[in-house]
């Protein structure tokens, strides 16, 4: 069972002593020597379970699970009728599940299968287990329905059956099970209807989990007598209709997941009640009316996300204080207004995303010092006035994107050492300035997408030590001076867009070097010169501008110049393309020329040395 060069089961070595087993890693003895428990989990081990487990018939806890087993189970296995724990979970045992080995597990209590490769119908013969409370035979590849004879174990308080392709009507039936605890019925299913009723009378359920089975219909009022339940997960369907007031009843809600669905309506003022809500996820429905203002008051909200909706109105200003929000997004509503000033109170807050909406207010400088914030997306909103500079400093900050706003100022001289950030978006906005020479302080950064601002100077060299950056994008900026040769130091490079500018110089020789460069747009400049021979040898060059330039020479025949169309070289008078015959003349007429003024001239020279001569005679 122990794979090659694994450490696994090192200490389980022969021995002539007659209780050295009790010894070994994993294993538990009675006061006999009789091994009680095997618990080998998160062990690299091989292969399957020998028949030979069948000899532990004194066996109360087996417990081998993410071991990275695999074949069928021994029927062996049959005589370990003292069982209460069977954990097999995580591994990827295959075949149907013998069901007839745990008819004698009279004791079983606890029975998980969880992520194993089972298949075929769900066996019927756990029905038998009287005590059984715990039953997990979720992500496999059992087929068919849900058996009902399973509403006659009325001791379970666990059940786990999702993410296996069952099918047929939602399993009103399970309803019988009084005790139910948890359950988990969701996640590659395809069942008819709509949630039972029925639920409603499972008293002491605390998680209800249906999410991704194809459930339609309205979510049943019933639903509110479930006084215990602290989860319910219905997302991912095709749920429709409103959102029942009655629902305010799950005094115990604390995480709620009605997102991905059809659901229209408003958010029920009663939900003001729910108190407990840490987690609330509403998104991607046809949801409308103001922002619920009341989730400002929920003194124990994480996360909210609730995008794609048709939300108006404004944020509660309160939203935050409770100093515990983690993720607020609210992306694709039509809200407008001020951002509110506390969302970071408490010095959580990760993930703040805003995306197309109407907020027309000031960046809060308070966000500037929230130094938990991983990503901050707010673009296509009216957002003014000038970054706070410390938004551009936070520890953690992977990703700002501020697109399409009306923000001004400039971006902070100096930019702190980071590892962290990878995008930087502020495209579409009125920020004027230099592009700073810190900005090679951001050594991770991938993508930079400053243009149509109103940036001005030159390109710092700085920015050209950016040894991860993929893509640059500066164009419909004021940006002066050359290329610097050193964007050959930006060796992942695979988009440059320095188009509409007032660039200078010629294009670096040192550009050819730019191997995964596939993007290149510097038309609309003042560039000079000859285009580099060497940049035929781009194989990765697929779109190229360099139209409306003061550009010269011959154009490059090789590589994929070609297939690049004439458009891409317009506006540049004096270069020529390879298959443009109308430059040809012109460059003979010139050597013409030259060849013509060379022959008077010396026919010229000739002639007074032959007066001089004539002179000199005379």
Known sequence: MVGPNSSALQDWEPSSSPSAHCSFAGVTCDQDSRVVSLNVSFRPLLGTIPPEI???????????SNANLTGRLPLEMANLKSLKVLNISGNGFQDY???????????LEVLDAFNNNFTG??????????NLKHLSFGGNYFLGEIPESYSEIQSLEYLGLNGIGLNGTAPAFLSLLKNLREMYIGYFKTYTGGIPPEFGTLSKLRVLDMASCNISGEIPASLSQLKL?????LQMNKLTGHIHPEL??????????????????????????????????????NLRGPFPSFVGDYPNLEVLQVWGNNFTGELPENLGRNRKLLVLDVTSNQIEGKIPRDLCKGGRLKSLILMQNLFSSPIPEELGACESLTKFRAMKNQLNGTIPAGIFNL???????LDHNLLSGEIPENLSISDSLNQLKVAYNNIAGKIPPSIGNLTNLNVLSLQNNRFNGELPEEMFNLKVISIINVSSNNISG????????CISLTTVDFSRNSLSGEIPKAISQLRYLSILNLSRNQLTGPIPTDMQDMMSLTTLDLSYNNLNGEVPSGGHFPAFDEASFA?????????????????????????????TSKLLITAMALVSALLIVE
Request: hydrophobic share 40%; net charge negative; glycine share 6%.
């Open 54 to 64: 069948g000899l532990l018939n004194n066996l109360v806890n087996l417990t081998i």
């Open 97 to 107: 599940f013998p069901g007839q080995i745990v008819v004698g597990m009279t004791e």
């Open 121 to 130: 119908p769900l066996p019927v013969e756990i029905v038998s287990l009287k």
């Open 229 to 233: 339940l602290d989860a319910l997960f």
């Open 248 to 285: 305010s009843g799950l005094i115990s809600l604390k995480q709620l997941d009605l997102s991905l669905n059809c659901l229209t309506g408003e958010v029920p003022e009663s939900f003001s009640a729910l108190k407990n809500l840490t987690l609330v996820q509403l998104f991607k429905n």
């Open 395 to 401: 520890p953690l900050l992977k990703m700002i994107e």
């Open 482 to 489: 050359e290329i610097p040769t050193s964007i050959s130091g």
């Open 571 to 599: 506006g540049n008078p004096n270069l020529c393309l390879p298959r443009n015959v109308t430059c040809l003349p012109s460059i003979y007429s010139a050597q013409h020329s030259h060849a013509s003024s060379f022959g």
